[in-house]
């Protein structure tokens, strides 16, 4: 085998192996979020699941269900269940998993991690906007999610995030955002950006002797 096959075959296991952990975490955490739910006390509604547990610490929404614990505040509790019924009605959770298996694919590129966080962000955004239009004080709703900054989530899942609250409680003060239109542009734009830089480039023909 020669020096260039070795470096070939190493690359190529150095790929593989990260495409497969990466799978690997998404089914995990998919897993993970099927095993609350059939321990949780599972309420259908005509638009969502809600799911109930006094384990979970944070609220998320993944796919149709929205995930809470036995949330004692009338007030926050309709806060809650407003900003996650946004994630349930946009389909967040689809354009998560997308993501997360381009992600996935493309782990190499940084472009792919930009991408999937900005997508988060507007995912956030959008359901912010949407539950103070459900005609809900600012002040109280900010109260609500700061209520909610010590829980976690597992990944894959829309919810409500204390990396991004910073950004979120400015980003409410500002114009309605599209979600969907903006999110599938700043998606599209990092993505092609990504590509380009993947396969778009490649390294110059040797010269000919």
Avoid at 1 to 7: D, I, N, R, S, Y
Avoid at 123 to 135: K, N, Y
Avoid at 181 to 197: D, E, H, N, P
Wanted: charged share 20%; proline share 3%; glycine share 4%.
């Amino acid at each position: 085998m020669t020096l260039e096959q070795k470096w070939r075959l190493f690359f190529i296991t150095v790929y593989a192996t990260g495409l497969l952990l990466s799978l690997i975490l998404v089914l995990h955490n998919i897993i993970t979020v099927a095993r609350i739910k059939r321990a949780s006390r599972v309420t259908h509604t005509g638009m969502y699941d809600l799911a109930e547990n006094d384990s979970i610490s944070a609220p998320f929404t993944f796919m149709h269900t929205v995930f809470m614990g036995v949330e004692p505040d009338d007030k926050t509790r309709r806060h809650i269940l407003s900003h996650e019924c946004s994630h349930v009605r946009h389909r967040h959770t689809v354009e998560k998993l997308i993501m997360s298996v381009l992600r996935s694919i493309f782990w190499f590129n940084p472009f792919m991690w930009i991408s999937e966080k900005r997508l988060e962000e507007v995912q956030e955004w959008q359901a912010d906007h949407d539950a103070l239009a459900d005609g809900y004080n600012l002040t109280e709703y900010r109260l609500s999610i700061i209520k909610q900054l010590f829980g976690c989530n597992p990944e894959m899942t829309s919810g409500l995030k204390s990396s991004l609250t910073k950004q979120r409680f400015l980003q409410m003060k500002q114009p309605e955002i599209k979600g969907g239109a903006a999110s599938k542009t700043i998606v599209t734009t990092l993505l092609a950006a990504g590509l380009f830089i993947s396969f778009g480039c490649k390294p110059a023909d040797r010269p000919t002797l």
